[in-house]
């Protein structure tokens, strides 16, 4: 177990970089998310939901395998495998520089991530859980910045991928981002994204993301292949087991 950091390096970490979860891939399926960094303040309902990505097993969050009912194009069923959970890396390594620059505000407190193929082994999508030192006006205000500035449907801002070698998304780099999402939570202090692509490496030259890659009649290649549902779709059960798990934590607080 790590020492647990002075509130000066907590303040310093909090302004500039997340420090990433340390987990590996499949071979650690049921081991505990740990890290040595502490809440900032007491801030409510956010206290007990910054605490999750240490204490919760990595299944609970990331699960093996997904069922993803009614979650493909004209309501088909899907079902997503995890192939990879990310290891320790710091913001740099996980969005690009103006991406980074967008979530600052909030702060950097732990991100979590992991990769999933679908059924098929054809497409590949990593999710993430970005947890910030951020209250909840800050959430809040984010997630209007993004909303009325469409920061969530720029190229420019789509998170990256996580490609692991020795897996069907080795070859899954920022040229292979076909589709994303990305939600900013404004009763947790967490960002949700998820970012989808082919398992076969090709590069994508028009990037959708998954809002209007999911409309009726998109022509795209990410809306032809069926990419904006395979990003919206885990995102969205991601974010629901988050929610159910953070919901059950205050459950067993009370």
């Known amino acids: 177990m790590r020492t647990r950091p002075s509130r000066s390096r907590a303040l310093a970490a909090a302004t500039c970089v997340v ?25 409510g309902g956010f206290a007990a939901a910054e605490q999750l990505w240490h204490s919760v097993p990595v299944d609970q969050l990331f699960p093996r395998t997904v069922d993803g009912e009614g979650a493909g194009p004209g309501g088909a069923d899907r079902t997503w495998t995890r192939i990879a959970v990310a290891p320790d890396s710091r913001c740099r390594d996980a969005f690009d520089p103006l991406l980074r620059k967008a979530l600052a505000p909030v702060g950097c407190l732990r991100l979590l991530r992991a990769t ?63 589709s994303w999402t990305l ?18 490496g090709r590069t994508i030259t028009e990037p959708q993301p998954a809002e209007e890659a999911m409309k009726p009649g998109a022509t795209t290649t ?7 549902h395979e ?18 934590a205050g459950d067993d607080a009370s």
């Open 19 to 43: 420090l990433g979860l340390g987990l590996i891939g499949g071979a650690v399926t049921g081991s505990w998310l740990t890290g040595d960094a502490d809440a900032d303040g007491d801030r």
């Open 183 to 200: 939600s900013v939570l404004t009763d947790a202090p967490v960002v949700v994204y998820a970012v989808s692509g082919f398992a076969d």
């Open 222 to 228: 990410p809306a032809q292949a069926g990419l904006g």
């Open 116 to 178: 999933y193929t679908d059924a098929t082994r054809s497409h590949v999508t990593t999710v993430g859980l970005l947890f910030t030192t951020a209250d909840s006006a800050a959430m809040s205000s984010l997630k209007s910045r993004f909303g009325k500035e469409g920061l969530d449907t720029r190229t420019d801002l789509m998170p990256l991928p996580y490609a692991a070698k020795g897996t069907v998304a080795a070859g899954f780099g920022a040229g292979q981002r076909a």
């Open 231 to 248: 990003a919206q779709g885990l995102a969205d059960r991601v974010e629901r087991r988050f929610r159910k798990t953070v919901a059950s």
